[in-house]
């Protein structure tokens, strides 16, 4: 994380529904999207505990702010838009994200509503992961 030049992402884990919400890469090793199942169409889908900004980058962006007008959910892609111009930007941590070293704990059961449906599609949100 300490290497962050602009916007750094990785997978968390037990976020957005899923066992793992991660960043989606391409064969070069570029980040083309995520596997998020909530409110995909989200600019920025991922959660809070899912990127870090460069500190001299943010304070370079004094637009990149939180807001009390965009809709739930959308706070991540309110603050990332300002900071990145693409998903493309984006520093792949965690190994090209094939690990997952933050897990977004609650103190209640995790709820797997969306994880139940890319299982019975086959596609697991873990499958190749190292969790
Ligand atoms: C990430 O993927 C790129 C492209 O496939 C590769 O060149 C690089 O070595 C990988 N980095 C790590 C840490 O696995």
């Not at 300490?2 to 037990?14: A, C």
């Not at 009390?68 to 994200?97: I, K, W, Y």
């Not at 449906?117 to 596609?123: D, F, L, P, V, W």
Request: hydrophobic share 40%; aromatic share 10%; glycine share 8%.
């Amino acid at each position: 994380m300490r290497y962050t030049k602009g916007v750094s992402v990785w997978p968390v884990g037990l976020v957005g529904g899923l066992m793992v919400e991660k960043p989606l890469m391409d064969e070069h090793g570029i980040v083309k999207g995520f596997n998020s199942a909530w409110k995909p169409e989200r600019p920025f889908p991922i959660d809070m505990a899912g990127f870090a900004i460069n500190l001299n980058l943010f304070l370079d962006r004094p637009q990149a702010a939180f807001s009390l007008t965009v809709p739930g959910g959308f706070q991540e892609s309110e603050l990332l838009h300002h900071l990145v111009s693409s998903v493309r930007d984006l520093e792949p941590l965690a190994s090209n994200c094939t690990k997952v070293y933050v897990w977004h704990t609650r103190t209640e059961p995790p709820k797997l509503r969306e994880e139940i449906m890319y299982r019975k599609k086959g596609m697991p949100s873990d499958a190749g992961m190292e969790i």
